[in-house]
């Protein structure tokens, strides 16, 4: 169950994830630079800080994630130890 889980499942959640932020910050930019000469300033505002947040995920990502994935990684790297040495809580 945690083989399927670490090798399917993770990962096509990543994948899911990051097209999601390029389709996300793609649309941002589309927003921010689009035709309109006056658009509405505290809608441009919300769209850079949208911006914002998906860079700052993107980076997280990018550096092994954040101090929540951290924790995940070690209750599935512990989960895994345990079942390696068939120990039953």
Do not use: V
């Amino acid at each position: 169950m945690i083989d399927k889980y670490t090798k399917e499942e993770i990962p096509f959640e990543y994948l899911s994830f990051i097209s999601g932020m390029y389709k996300i910050t793609s649309t941002t930019w589309d927003i921010i630079e689009g035709e309109n000469p006056f658009p509405d300033i505290k809608f441009k505002i919300q769209a850079l800080s949208l911006l914002k947040e998906c860079y700052e995920n993107r980076i997280k990502i990018l550096i092994g994630g954040s101090d929540t994935d951290m924790n995940a990684k070690k209750h599935l790297k512990k989960s895994i130890t345990m079942k390696k040495w068939k120990i039953i809580l």
